[in-house]
T-cell receptor, first 115, second 112 residues
Framework: GAGVSQSPSNKVTEKGKDVELRCDPI?????LYWYRQSLGQGLEFLIY????????KSGLPSDRFSAERTGGSVSTLTIQRTQQEDSAVYLC?????????????FGPGTRLTVL | QQQVKQSPQSLIVQKGGISIINCAYE??????FPWYQQFPGKGPALLIA?????SEKKEGRFTISFNKSAKQFSLHIMDSQPGDSATYFC???????????FGRGTSLIVHP
């Protein structure tokens, strides 16, 4: 079946512009996660959605970052007034239930470059 | 503060050799330790995972060794193949948490 898909695969933007990154999770998965992967760094948690519960936004680095999940499926990560330090690969993952040992399935990521 | 320390940062191994990647953690509440494999241009994928009630878990050529007292765990790749060339991340989660803490990754290159 289809895995997690993300679009665009690459995004180049100018400093100060807003960007939107999209994630389509695996059908039936109730949990959705966003991570940021910078060169030489591990995966940095950004935000977590589980069903209809309020999202866990504890990993968002600043108020320029926001995310929403519509209809419990597709999610959009928005970065306002992008900065050069926002350049990274943004990964989305989904899992069936969000439990402690639940397997997270990752998308291929969106590589964001801020000039 | 980095809660999961991974080493080495990069590793070069000859085909047929053993690749060993080590991780150390600080939080004794961690109770689930997955390893992820990431190929260029792809997202990470779960490779193998272990709970601290066992000292070793083996799946094919991949083995996790776990030392609870030392708070260390490692991934061994036996008979390493060029197709194993990827970045490997260790991670740790504790009960009630859905968010793993990741190590910084190890870039493995297996030469033919």
């Amino acid at each position: 079946g289809a895995g997690v898909s993300q679009s665009p695969s690459n995004k180049v933007t100018e400093k100060g512009k807003d960007v939107e990154l999209r994630c389509d999770p695996i059908s039936g998965h109730t949990a959705l996660y966003w991570y940021r992967q910078s060169l030489g760094q591990g995966l940095e948690f950004l935000i977590y959605f589980q069903g209809n519960s309020a999202p866990d936004k504890s990993g968002l680095p600043s108020d320029r970052f926001s995310a929403e999940r519509t209809g419990g499926s597709v999610s959009t990560l928005t970065i306002q007034r992008t900065q050069q330090e926002d350049s990274a690969v943004y990964l989305c993952a989904s899992s069936y239930g969000g439990g402690n040992t639940d397997t997270q399935y990752f998308g291929p990521g969106t590589r964001l470059t801020v000039l | 503060q980095q809660q999961v320390k991974q080493s080495p940062q990069s590793l070069i191994v000859q085909k047929g050799g053993i690749s060993i990647i080590n991780c150390a953690y600080e939080n004794t509440a961690f109770d689930y330790f997955p390893w992820y494999q990431q190929f260029p241009g792809k997202g990470p994928a779960l490779l193998i995972a272990i709970r601290p009630d066992v000292s070793e878990k083996k799946e094919g050529r991949f083995t996790i060794s776990f030392n609870k007292s030392a708070k260390q765990f490692s991934l061994h790749i036996m008979d390493s193949q060029p197709g194993d060339s990827a970045t490997y991340f260790c991670a740790a989660r504790f009960g009630g948490s859905y968010i793993p803490t990741f190590g910084r990754g190890t870039s493995l290159i297996v030469h033919p």
